[in-house]
């Protein structure tokens, strides 16, 4: 193994241990932080801070979500769905749906910029993960693939996409962080019937979600 290779590892498991500390406990998740590379995700020439705790620009204006909030958002699914199908909305990079593909869930993903969604077409494909993308808007949702045992969708929204929420498999849950352009609160909706429950969990900031069922405005 080469000495930069070494620090990486070294660096990556410090990561995990940084989450265990901020009180991510599952012992499934934390594998599966261990066990996906967070380094593939970033361009080849700004790997340095992939084991940081933060989120980084991936183009576009858009970001790879901070490791903390990936573990929380898949620490809920986790709890009230251990396995199944699960659609994410916003592919964005592609950590967060090869994190739900380490933690054995069959993983559909929606891209709305095209970009990106190619990026990660490539990416699963070499890293010889079996992730199903699609390019479009996700507050439409997948119509064909539904229902979902979960949703997960991480871009912030300023309302409950109503598609998106019946698509849901009973008993299934979504995540989802609702609230304003600049703050969200992180939001469990698990299908009881006809009926939704909500549980409201702590406070993040998302890139929007930009959508029919989302934000209409794209100047963010
Ligand atoms: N899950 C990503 C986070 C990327 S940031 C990761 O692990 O890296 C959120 C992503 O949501 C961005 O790529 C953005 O383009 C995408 N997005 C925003 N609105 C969307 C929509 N309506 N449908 C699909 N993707 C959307």
Known sequence: MKESEK??????????????????ADQRVLDAFQKVQRHLFFERDATDSAYDDGAYSIGFGQTISQP??????????????????????????????????ALGYSVFTIERIVELYERAVKLFSRLGLNITCRFGDGTLGWDDEAPFDGIVVTAGAPGEPK??????????????PLGNAALQEMTVMTR???????????????????GREGWHNTVF
């Open 163 to 176: 598609l998106l929420m019946c698509q849901l498999a009973e008993n299934g849950s979504m995540i989802i």
């Open 192 to 210: 009881e019937g006809d009926m939704f429950r909500r549980e409201v969990f702590q406070r993040f900031s998302f890139v929007p979600l930009v």
């Open 7 to 24: 620090g990486q590892a070294l660096r990556h498991r410090e990561m995990v241990e940084t989450l265990r500390r901020y009180g991510i």
């Open 68 to 101: 903390y909030t990936v573990a929380y958002m898949t620490t809920l699914l986790v709890e009230r769905v251990p396995s199944g199908k699960v659609l994410e909305i916003g592919t964005g990079s592609g950590y967060q749906a090869a994190i739900l593909d």
